[in-house]
């Protein structure tokens, strides 16, 4: 396509600004098209067509270029591009001007407009006349400049005046002492988010588009209910799905996955959403659960710190996908883009404290999906005491939302009934509750595993079995018990493996105590876990020693009994361990303050250990004692409280100007809020990179993904002074090399078999 040198260029690699503009409408048109609702909701909301807005934020956005002090070095850059293309004898075309950047440098092109000294999207405030303030943020944002950080730049252009009102517009909200501020400033955020998020992303596919680069392919959700019938919690979505919030109980096999699809399904049918986002409690659950909802219906995308090796790795790695495409594919489930997304309930709350701009799109595309809760942790005030702030939010934007959990007591309603929802009841699946689950045959007190010989001998005799262990600690306790014994069929699995070590743990617990396994006669083995095994792997067996921990977390350990046969009862261990001479309930509690030693357990732990008794439970029985345990209005701590409401005053404070604070992609928490109550982790690596030079930022980050843990930042200091951590400085980069230093897992401390076996605290419990 020819480009010609006296047209007004968007950009040096020749692209014409009406070239360009007409690009990004395209994308954007494009964009509204694959999600209706989307359309149809903004009017609803805001009383405003969102296809005439983002029409005109599109035409408008570059409208500064036109300036003679941007477009002369742009048309000189261009020329220099021009001049590099002819001795390299090819066509001045823009699809060769990422190998020109490539060849030159980075640094080396488009010198002339980076002294320019204006910045188009600033300058096109000047030329943009009245007070639109949604698309007037919407054009000063498309390359994230709004934010606080940026104060210089709004100076150096000249555009003060008109980010003040910007400014005042934020304060006033932010300021106000309406009682329902934060209802109010959820709906003007998604007012402007809309323009503003995506604005950036049609103009950043445009733009790849003009470069040759791979855009990926924006899919509508498309399910069909696979099954001739559907059984009862299935039914139970059919006759339900309208309401606001559903709350569905059902026990573990139930169906409860089909059921979450069919109900997305009658949502994005009936025009109440365009996507379909499920949070999960952990990112190990999430693996597992993409893995079962990709075998329904395509357009899957799963996103968490380690997802990008759980999906696309291994197919980068063989071939299959080039590495720029996967990354592609991988962003768009970060942005909430694909069809369904499975993602952890943190990346749904990180997104609320708007510390990075792409928070913006994320909680747009979230107020237009349908969005499944499955299985939160009740007995973690910290983390529900966020979920409520989530749910108020989802409220004001009006998103329906499924809420199922095989245990889900009914003291939750009234948490839901004070923010809003006409929600008076929780569905139940009742069909099968009759039928004995399992069998408490004892409960003993251990302090060490010795103390459980007689089970354990009786577990090895059978050949096959499961053990749940609160801590990591404890699981190699067991592990060393049975080897000490030379029985070697165990399979530990933790947190403490690489990503590519999970995989492998989760294929060997599959192979030895799965479906399979199981019909061909060929079940085999002993599984030690920990809690990422809750929920994330589906095997069975007959027999299970679990350490005491609350009862809807038993009641998914129990959940692996028995699994795959409902004619046998399978026989549950429950073992209450002690440490110095008290019951240790540690993860499920808080540590005793600073110089003590000890942990104090959460009240929904002492209840379940009060009335946890020895015999057979059925589902109704479990009910009843779920809700006997979780009985009474949730007090949330002042520690979960204050947290709770820092998310709230971030949402509040960013909703329209950035803060100087910047998130990055993956993190779960910022200065003063934090998504889950657990110490701070760090990545640590299982061993030293054959070279400490990496060639780029991705190639560090491949090796990163593939090769790294995460564990507490406590832990590591304590490692370090006992050298079993060693720290390693890396550099990378090609033009402007890039110091890092990380911290490398001494050889012998890290294997394929138990993962990373320190062993200095007795308070080691992370999952």
Known sequence: MHRECNKILAKPSGITYEEHYHNVMSEGEALLHVTPSSVDKYERIVGKELYKRLEFVCRYHDEGKKANEWQIPCQKDYNCFKGWCEINHLPCLPIHYTQYESTVGHNNTGLNIRKCGIRHEMHSLH??????????????????????????????????????????????????????????????????????????????????????????????????FPHPTKRPVQQLIADNWNKDLLLLRAPTGAGKTDASLLWAQLQIEHHRADRLVIAMPTRFTSNALSISVAESLSGTGIYHSSAWFTKFHQDVKDGIIKRTYAKKEHELARLLETPVTVCTIDHLLMALTLTREDHHLITFNLANSCLVIDEADFYDEFTQANILVLLKALKEWKVPVLLMSASLPEVVLK????????????????????????????????SCVDDLGELLEKMMKAGKGIIYANTIDKAFEYASWFQERHFDDIIVYH?????????????????????????????????????????????????????????????????????????????????????????????????????????????????????????????????????????????????????????????????????????????????????????????????????????????????????????????????????????????????????????????????????????????????
Not at 178 to 193: G, R
Not at 522 to 533: E, N, P
Not at 740 to 756: A, C, M, P, Q
Request: proline share 3%; with cysteine; net charge negative.
């Open 127 to 224: 030329i943009i006349t009245g007070d639109n303030y949604p698309i007037i943020s919407a054009i000063v944002a498309h390359h994230g400049k709004l934010r606080y950080s940026f104060e210089g730049v709004w100076k150096q252009n000249q555009v003060y005046e008109i980010i003040g009102q910007l400014r005042r517009l934020s304060n006033d909200a932010y300021e106000s002492d309406d009682s329902n501020k934060f209802a109010k400033i959820l709906k003007l955020q998604y007012e402007y988010s809309a323009l503003r998020g995506l604005l950036q992303f049609a103009d950043h596919r445009a733009s790849a588009r003009e470069e040759g680069d791979y855009v990926p392919e924006l899919k509508t959700f498309s399910y069909k």
């Open 415 to 446: 948490d839901y009934q004070r923010i809003g929802y006409n929600v008076n009841k929780i569905l139940t699946d009742t069909s099968d509750e009759e039928r004995c689950r399992f069998e408490i045959k004892d409960i003993k007190d251990y």
């Open 495 to 767: 947190s403490r493996f690489t990503e590519p070590d999970k995989q492998g743990k989760e294929a060997i617990l599959i192979e030895a105590l799965g479906k399979d396994a199981w019909k061909n006669g060929k079940a085999h083995g002993i599984a030690i876990l920990t809690q990422i095994g809750e929920m994330s792997i589906n095997i069975s067996a007959d027999m299970m020693i679990s350490d005491l921990c609350p009862i809807d977390r038993l009641t998914q350990r129990a959940g692996r009994l028995c699994r795959f046969d409902n004619g046998r009862v399978g026989e549950l261990y429950v073992v209450r361990p002690y440490q110095n001479g008290s019951l240790y309930p540690a993860p499920y509690g808080t540590p005793t303050a600073k110089g003590e030693t000890g942990w104090t357990a959460c009240e929904a732990f002492e209840l379940t250990d009060k009335l946890l008794e020895k015999k057979s439970y059925n589902s109704k029985e479990l009910l009843g004692l779920l809700n006997r345990i979780y009985n009474e209005d949730v007090s949330f701590s002042i520690k979960a409280r204050e947290n709770a409401k820092h998310l709230e005053e971030y949402f509040m404070l960013n909703w329209l100007i950035g803060s100087k604070e910047m998130t990055k992609e993956d993190d779960t928490s910022n200065q003063f809020w934090k998504s889950r109550d657990i110490p701070a982790q760090e990545t640590v690596f299982v061993s030293k990179p054959q070279s400490t030079y990496f060639k780029n930022w991705h190639d560090f980050q491949e090796y990163k993904v593939s090769m790294s843990i995460e564990i507490p930042l406590y832990l590591i200091q304590k490692a370090l002074k006992q050298h079993i951590i060693d720290v390693v400085n890396v550099s990378i980069g090609t033009e402007e090399e890039q110091k890092e230093t990380i911290y490398v897992i001494r050889k012998g401390f890290y294997t394929t078999f138990l993962g990373f076996t320190l062993n200095v605290s007795n308070d080691s419990v992370f999952l």
